[in-house]
C-alpha cells in the first residue's frame, strides 16, 4: 500500500513540474509607437507627420479628443488627445536616467583619482610633519641644555664680575 502511495505522489509530483513550464515563449509589445501628426482634428485628415514616442509637444490648443500641437522642429498640427501627456515617457526618463548614471560614473571616476593623489600627498606630508617633530625635538633638547649649561655661565660671568 505504501508503494502505491509513493508511486502516485511520484506521477503527481512530476506532472506537476510538466504543468508549471510553460510550452510557449514570452512576447512583449513594444513601448516604441508612432503617433500620427494630422491636419485636423480627425482620422480622416491627412497625416503630415509621424510623431515616435517621446517626441515634446507645445500645445496650442485643447480639444475633447484631438489637440493641436506645435513640434520642437516648428510644424503644427493635430494628435489624438489620449496618446498626449505632461508626464514623460519611461523611455525618456530611463535615457535620462543612464546618462545621468554615466555622469555620475565619471564624477566618481575623477574624485577617486583626486582622493589618490591627496592621499598620497597627505602621506608625503604625514613623512615632512615627522620629521619636523623630530627636529623640534632635537632643537628643543639641545635648546634646554643650552640654557641650563648657560645658567652656569651667567653665574660665574657674575663671579668673575664681582671679584675685578
Known sequence: M???HRLAFALAFSLSLFAASPAWSAYYVTDEHEFTLRTGPDTTNKIIQM???GSPLELLEDGDEWVRVRTD???EGW???????????R???????????????????????QANVLGAENKDLQGKLDSA???LDRVSKDYEALRSESG????LKQQYQAAS
Open 79 to 89: 494628435v489624438a488627445k489620449r496618446f498626449v501627456t505632461q508626464e514623460k515617457p
Open 152 to 155: 652656569e655661565v651667567i653665574e
Open 133 to 135: 617633530k623630530a627636529e
Open 73 to 75: 522642429k516648428g510644424r
Open 51 to 53: 510623431l515616435p514616442t
Open 2 to 4: 505504501a508503494a502505491v
Open 91 to 113: 523611455a525618456v526618463v530611463l535615457d535620462e536616467m543612464r546618462k545621468r548614471f554615466a555622469q555620475l560614473q565619471e564624477e566618481s571616476k575623477t574624485a577617486q583619482e
